[in-house]
T-cell receptor, first 116, second 109 residues
Framework: GAVVSQHPSWVICKSGTSVKIECRSL??????MFWYRQFPKQSLMLMAT?????????EQGVEKDKFLINHASLTLSTLTVTSAHPEDSSFYIC????????????FGPGTRLTVL | QKEVEQNSGPLSVPEGAIASLNCTYS??????FFWYRQYSGKSPELIMF????GDKEDGRFTAQLNKASQYVSLLIRDSQPSDSATYLC?????????FGTGTSLTVIP
């Protein structure tokens, strides 16, 4: 199957700093990528849809000014958590559908963010 | 009503038994159905997908789809402790992809 990578796999930062997470589709192009957040023992929560060449679409309740998304190319989307706070500590996962695969989502391995 | 609903569990089965996981969805126009497995601290991995009514078997896993009842299930035969995980049902409707909240499965040795 298709491969999606994320970098970094884990990050620890101080409160008030910004953190950038990269999501790459390694062997296919993705005009759309999805960003999820998952708190411990809870389900995946869709944060936003990243669209190459246009603005991201955010889910209700997700602050677009805090979670900046940039879909720079057909293989790269970035999520920047600005002015991070301890409540932003979570597991962030991206996914991308591969064209022709009936919308099957291929997931990145996730990024564990801890804000001190 | 949520797009995709699953019983959150936890579901416990003894090793070697059949585990049955269920999922219902609200949109009759949904086209594709997926089962993902997620281990704690890891991202989801695809187990099976099914598009047509009926059963689809892959090793110890069988997916069952009933579009009239808007119901999709996953059976795991000969359950192993390594099958202990959260199982996510996902449904595509148009260009939208919806996840259920997941069912936690524990296989007891």
């Amino acid at each position: 199957g298709a491969v999606v990578s994320q970098h970094p796999s884990w990050v620890i930062c101080k409160s008030g700093t910004s953190v950038k997470i990269e999501c790459r589709s390694l062997d296919f192009q993705a005009t759309t990528m999805f960003w999820y957040r998952q708190f411990p023992k809870q389900s995946l929560m869709l944060m936003a849809t990243s669209n190459e060449g246009s603005k991201a679409t955010y889910e209700q309740g997700v602050e677009k000014d805090k979670f900046l998304i940039n879909h720079a190319s057909l293989t790269l989307s970035t999520l920047t958590v600005t002015s991070a706070h301890p409540e932003d500590s979570s597991f962030y996962i991206c996914s991308a559908p591969q064209a022709g695969a009936r919308n099957e989502q291929f997931f990145g391995p996730g990024t564990r963010l801890t804000v001190l | 009503q949520k797009e995709v609903e699953q019983n959150s569990g936890p579901l416990s089965v003894p090793e070697g038994a059949i585990a049955s996981l269920n999922c219902t969805y609200s949109d009759r126009g949904s086209q594709s159905f997926f089962w993902y497995r997620q281990y704690s601290g890891k991202s989801p991995e695809l187990i099976m997908f099914i598009y047509s009514n009926g059963d689809k078997e892959d090793g110890r896993f069988t997916a069952q789809l009933n579009k009239a009842s808007q119901y999709v299930s996953l059976l795991i035969r000969d359950s192993q402790p390594s099958d202990s995980a959260t199982y996510l049902c996902a449904v595509t409707t148009g260009n939208q992809f919806y996840f259920g909240t997941g069912t936690s499965l524990t296989v007891i040795p």
